[in-house]
Nanobody, 124 residues
Framework: QVQLVESGGGLVHTGGSLRLSCAAS?????????????MGWFRQAPGKEREFVAS????????DYSDSVKGRFTISRDNNKNTIYLQMNSLKPEDTAVYYC????????????WGQGTQVTVSS
């Protein structure tokens, strides 16, 4: 069973930075190891639906960002450590949310696995 464990959340002032990490472990239920899964970050603010933040392919050749974080956030991955990162700069109060790490199946592109989330709070 795959486990995704996020860390690095916290409280920061407007304009500050945080770096989130997500460590993946365990065996998938598919024919692919977790290192072949694309990985992503989502977030959910109070009273709002969960929204996509960023994703990265297993090779790290392709990344994607929501318009709201483009130019401020950077997603990366270290396949030797089965860990992905989200460097968040120039944080704004509207970035306050619980941030979730997720793994996407390499064939059907479903987000099969999710972490428990880490809280990010940006004070004004």
């Amino acid at each position: 069973q795959v486990q995704l464990v996020e860390s690095g959340g916290g409280l920061v002032h407007t304009g500050g930075s945080l770096r989130l990490s997500c460590a993946a472990s365990g065996r998938t239920s598919s024919n692919y190891g977790i290192e072949r899964y694309a990985m992503g970050w989502f977030r959910q603010a109070p009273g709002k639906e969960r929204e996509f933040v960023a994703s990265i392919t297993w090779s790290a050749h392709l990344t994607d960002y929501s318009d709201s974080v483009k130019g401020r956030f950077t997603i990366s991955r270290d396949n030797n450590k089965n860990t992905i990162y989200l460097q968040m700069n120039s944080l704004k109060p509207e970035d306050t949310a619980v941030y979730y790490c997720a793994a996407r199946h390499p064939i059907n592109h479903q987000w099969d696995y999710w972490g428990q989330g880490t809280q990010v709070t940006v004070s004004s």
